[in-house]
C-alpha cells in the first residue's frame, strides 16, 4: 500500500535554531497537509498546499513557518527559529482529491531544548 | 472559528462489550472523517460520512452523521483487543472548499480489557 513518507523521525533542536522537515506524499496524490500533535493532545491543522500554492493555513502558521515543494515529490516545513512550545509530533498528509481521506505519515517528532 | 468536541475523553471496556464516541461541531459539516491513531503511532482514515443522516458499516463499526450534520457517532459492537487507540472525527465546515481543513476533535482512548 502506499505510503507517505517522513524524515527525520526524530529531530532534536536548540531554540532559536531552523528545522527543516520533510516529506514524501505519494505520488499520484495533489494535496499535502501537514499537522502537529502535542503529546498526548489532539491533531492540529497547520497548512494545507495544492497546485503549487498554500491553500489555507492556520494562526499556528505564522511568519516562523514555510512550506515549499521544492521538486516533483517532495514537500517540507520549515520552522525558522524554533520555541520551545514548538515541540510536538509534526504529521505530513496527503489525499488524492478535494474531500477524499488523508494518509498520513508516521510523523517527526521535533524536540527543541 | 469552527470548534469540534469529542467524548468520552477516555473508554476502558472489557472485551466482548460494546463502545460509542460522540462528536458534536459548533458548526454545520460538509464532512465528517473518522480516524485511528494506534499507541505511538498516526492517524490512519477509517471512513468519511457526507450526506445528512448517513450511516456506513465497517464490519464491527458502524458511523452515522446526524441529521443537521452537526454531529457523529462511532459505534464498536463486541470490542477485541485489537481495537485499541485513540478514535478522533475530523470535521470540514460547510461552505469551504472540498479540501479544506478538518478540524479534529480532541479523540477517544479505548482500552480494551481481556
Known amino acids: 500500500e502506499p505510503e507517505v513518507t517522513q524524515t527525520p523521525s526524530h529531530q532534536v533542536t536548540q531554540m532559536g535554531q531552523e528545522v527543516i522537515l520533510r516529506c514524501v506524499p505519494i505520488s499520484n496524490h495533489l494535496y499535502f497537509y501537514w499537522y502537529r500533535q502535542i503529546l498526548g493532545q489532539k491533531v492540529e491543522f497547520l497548512v494545507s498546499?495544492?497546485?503549487?500554492?498554500?491553500?489555507?493555513k492556520s494562526e499556528i502558521f505564522d511568519d516562523q513557518f514555510s512550506v515549499e515543494r521544492p521538486d516533483g515529490s517532495n514537500f517540507t516545513l520549515k520552522i525558522r527559529s524554533t520555541k520551545l512550545e514548538d515541540s510536538a509530533m509534526y504529521f505530513c498528509?496527503?489525499?488524492?482529491?478535494?474531500?477524499?481521506?488523508?494518509?498520513f505519515g508516521s510523523g517527526t517528532r521535533l524536540t527543541v531544548v | 472559528g469552527q470548534q469540534v468536541m469529542q467524548i468520552p475523553q477516555y473508554q476502558h471496556v472489557q472485551e466482548g462489550e460494546d463502545f460509542t464516541t460522540y462528536c458534536n461541531s459548533s458548526t454545520t459539516l460538509s464532512n465528517i472523517q473518522w480516524y485511528k491513531q494506534r499507541p505511538g503511532g498516526h492517524p490512519v482514515f477509517l471512513i468519511q460520512?457526507?450526506?445528512?443522516?448517513e450511516v456506513k458499516k465497517q464490519k464491527r463499526l458502524t458511523f452515522q452523521f446526524g441529521e443537521a450534520k452537526k454531529n457523529s457517532s462511532l459505534h464498536i459492537t463486541a470490542t477485541q483487543t485489537t481495537d485499541v487507540g485513540t478514535y478522533f472525527c475530523?470535521?470540514?465546515?460547510?461552505?469551504?472548499?472540498?479540501?479544506?481543513?478538518?478540524?479534529f476533535g480532541q479523540g477517544t482512548i479505548l482500552t480494551v480489557h481481556p
Open positions: 460520512l457526507v450526506k445528512s443522516g
Open positions: 498546499f495544492y497546485n503549487n500554492e498554500i491553500s489555507e
Open positions: 498528509a496527503s489525499s488524492e482529491a478535494g474531500g477524499f481521506g488523508y494518509t
Open positions: 475530523a470535521g470540514r465546515g460547510a461552505g469551504g472548499t472540498s479540501y479544506g481543513k478538518l478540524t
